[in-house]
């Protein structure tokens, strides 16, 4: 086989906290196990303005199940979030939850390119959950559907603003006049 063609597998460390053992379902097709692990978020898990933090705790609800091809991993998370509104640039936090399913195949020949492969009875569920939470991130998020937001203006947030709170705008195609207004007025003041 030439060696352009081969897929390489990454050895997995067992102790990693993303890397769950398939061992209890054996080959047998129609085998099962559900789990509920509590593992630490890795390092950059966000978009934009917001994301999870570094080693935060993700609640996660697993089924693992052996079907002929691999082993068939249905879950969902929960991860807290943490980032700014992108209207005020308050803080803000709030959690995300995202289901995802995912086949790891047995061997590297039955899978696609992309495919995630068992390493040994070893399956790493981070590239799976980083995807899903990732893709369920917002990509503005706000601190309420309220939030008025900051002026254009002057920058002050428009919550403390106040509803008065205005910036005069000259047209500019009546700026000339205003300059010869103001400039009559002064001629006006020298006089009287």
Partial sequence: MPQESRKTLH??????????STHDLG?????????????????NLSV???????????????????????VLVTGTASAPLSG????????????VEVGFQELFFYSAEDAAEDDPVLDGELLDLEPTFRDAVVLALPLSPVCGDDCPGLCVDCGVKL?????????????AR?????TLQSQNENNEDQEG
């Fill in 174 to 178: 009546w700026a000339s006049l205003r």
């Fill in 84 to 95: 700014e509104c992108s209207r005020c640039l308050d803080p803000l936090t709030s959690r």
């Fill in 27 to 43: 080959r047998r097709p129609g085998s099962m196990r559900e789990i509920s692990p509590a593992l630490p978020a890795p390092a």
């Fill in 48 to 70: 934009g303005m917001i994301g999870v933090p570094q080693g935060a705790e993700i609640e996660l609800d697993l089924r693992l199940e052996a079907v002929m091809e691999g």
């Fill in 159 to 171: 919550a403390d603003a106040g509803p008065d709170h205005r910036h005069e705008k000259v047209d």
């Fill in 11 to 20: 050895s997995l460390d067992p102790r990693a906290p993303w890397v769950i």
